[in-house]
């Protein structure tokens, strides 16, 4: 005895909830089938990492220092040219620093150079070719006063 046109209300509302139980069963199937980086494998060890270039940061402002790190163009890329100076603007003394060069985009163009003092200049230098111009990340560490000081800065070449 149904009309034409009337809706049958069990089969409406297992349907409903038939598309309901298949499109939670879709999504849990690709939860548990897709990788994901959630899950953190070392966090205690990357967090203490973090923190010890923080604490190198730190220790760089506390010295007072500060550092002046210039891109001269050359024929063969460019030269490194370092000036690290104390709050009073007197050129401090650094035997050797590392210098890292991160390319945001791509971590197998990263580029480390060494950059080493001459002994009639106050400056550290050092040759480095960059395969891209634009924005790079430099990680400067270099040891005074018996501590791991560390700047980081942002240059656009």
Known sequence: MSQRGAINWPIAI???FGIIF???????????NNPHQLADEQPYQRGLAHQQVI??????????????????PQAT?????????????????????????QWPADKQLDEAVEL????????LTASMKLPHKGLWLA???????????????????
């Not at 890329?77 to 060069?101: C, F, H, P, T, Y």
């Open 77 to 101: 890329g460019r030269r490194v040219v370092l000036r690290i100076v104390d709050s009073e603007g007197q050129a401090v003394q650094v035997e050797s620093a590392r210098l890292k060069m």
């Open 139 to 157: 990680a400067l560490s270099f040891n005074y006063d018996g501590r791991q000081l560390l700047v980081r800065k942002r240059v656009f070449l």
């Open 116 to 123: 080493n003092s001459s002994p009639d200049s106050d400056e």
């Open 22 to 32: 298949a499109a939670n069963a879709v999504l849990v199937y690709l939860a548990v």
């Open 55 to 72: 604490d190198q940061e730190r220790a760089m402002r506390d010295a007072g220092l500060s550092a002046a790190l210039d891109f001269l």
């Open 14 to 16: 297992f349907s409903f």
